[in-house]
């Protein structure tokens, strides 16, 4: 659906794979993935079923994904997996999210930490991301450090955890947290609502260094540019997305 609403709006074609490959082994069963024929320009919903490859055999890409805020919106970023967070709009779409800040949180005791899968680790040839991050913010700070991920994902889904080091839920994960850092983890937003810096390692929306995790940055003002850059199913299937991504995508 949300396929043919994007093909819909940008006056587009949704493209069949050529064949079907297995293509991902989880504890739930086998993911059928697919090749598909080398194509310049491609839009695709997450990096599964294939769509990694297309996406590197492309000239350009637009990624779809889950959106930054409230259910059923969906970000959309050309070629890159999420927005750099630069613009210069208002806080109108924000706030129609009832997203209330907390204030700065400055008494934090531990380092939270939230891992890529490890789809997304293979597509960003980041595969070895969790230990190389705890091993350097491990020189340049003594605090504990805390893992946020998906518990019940399947196996083999995220990184390996080692049993020394606690795995939380996010909300509890963040009540103890100084810092929060990740990739690209929408965990990032939910930090910064919550009054918690966050370090950012991607290099499409680099905030902070793990050699300054004791003097974070305290921003959110780009929040609100993150809000211009996801849409409804519905505004993404009248064009509203494609024209706004055309315009400052």
Request: proline letters at 4%; one cysteine or more.
């Amino acid at each position: 659906m949300l396929s043919q609403a994007f093909a819909k709006g940008c006056k587009g074609k949704l493209i069949k794979p050529l064949r079907k490959v297995n293509h991902l082994k989880t504890m739930e069963g086998i993911s059928l993935g697919g090749v598909f024929p080398e194509l310049e320009n491609i839009a695709t919903f997450g990096v599964l079923r294939g769509c990694d490859s297309a996406i590197k055999k492309s000239k350009e890409f637009w990624y779809i994904d889950h959106g930054y805020f409230g259910k059923g919106n969906y970000r959309i970023t050309r070629n890159a997996l999420l927005h750099n967070g630069e613009g210069n709009h208002d806080w109108n779409r924000f706030n129609k999210f009832n997203n209330k800040f907390s204030n700065w949180k400055r008494n934090g005791k531990c380092v939270v930490i939230c891992a890529p899968s490890t789809p997304m680790s293979k597509f960003l040839n980041i595969e070895n991301w969790l230990s190389n991050t705890i091993e350097k913010v491990k020189k340049y700070t003594d605090r504990e450090i805390i893992i946020s991920q998906k518990i019940n994902s399947p196996k083999g889904y995220y990184p390996d955890i080692k049993n020394d080091i606690p795995n939380l839920p996010i909300d509890e994960a963040l009540d103890k947290a100084w810092v929060l850092i990740t990739d690209h983890s929408n965990t990032m937003v939910t930090s910064l609502i919550k009054g918690v810096p966050i370090i950012c390692t991607n290099t499409n929306r680099k905030i902070g260094a793990l050699d300054r995790v004791e003097k974070p940055i305290y921003n959110r003002e780009w929040l609100k540019n993150l809000a211009y850059n996801q849409w409804s199913l519905e505004e993404i299937e009248k064009g509203k997305a494609w024209k706004e991504l055309n315009m400052w995508g």
